[in-house]
Nanobody, 123 residues
Framework: VQLVESGGGLVQAGGSLRLSCAASGRTFSLYAMAWFRQAPGKEREFVAAIGRNGISTNYADSVKERFTISRDNAKNLVYLQMDSLKVEDTAVYYC?????????????????WGQGTQVTVSS
């Protein structure tokens, strides 16, 4: 599956953004999907994941209660709603897919990746 992220941008601290990830192909529903992020000088880190049926979700502690992952299998889309944004959320955000996966938090389980979208949160 090929993945293309959109929705990044510049926002003030406390604000909101919604990222979208569009997937190609007819097997999207067979992929667990996740969002990762990478800040300058830091390693890529897990943000959130969602199971193939859209019911099970998994979040990094740093974004719990602020971010919400969701998916629309009919439209081949996965979303990341980000509220109460903090300066430390600034990063390039990547969408990733794991064929027949369960929504794990480890990046090495994901074989499909998008090109990333920049999110910048100003103070």
């Amino acid at each position: 599956v090929q993945l293309v992220e959109s929705g990044g941008g510049l926002v003030q601290a406390g604000g909101s953004l919604r990222l979208s990830c569009a997937a190609s192909g007819r097997t999207f529903s067979l992929y667990a999907m996740a969002w990762f992020r990478q800040a300058p000088g830091k390693e890529r880190e897990f943000v959130a994941a969602i199971g193939r049926n859209g019911i099970s979700t998994n979040y990094a502690d740093s974004v719990k209660e602020r971010f919400t992952i969701s998916r629309d299998n009919a439209k081949n889309l996965v979303y990341l709603q980000m509220d109460s944004l903090k300066v430390e959320d600034t990063a390039v955000y990547y969408c990733a897919g794991d064929f027949l996966g369960r929504g794990a938090g480890e990046a090495n389980k994901y074989g499909s990746w998008g090109q990333g979208t920049q999110v910048t949160v100003s103070s």
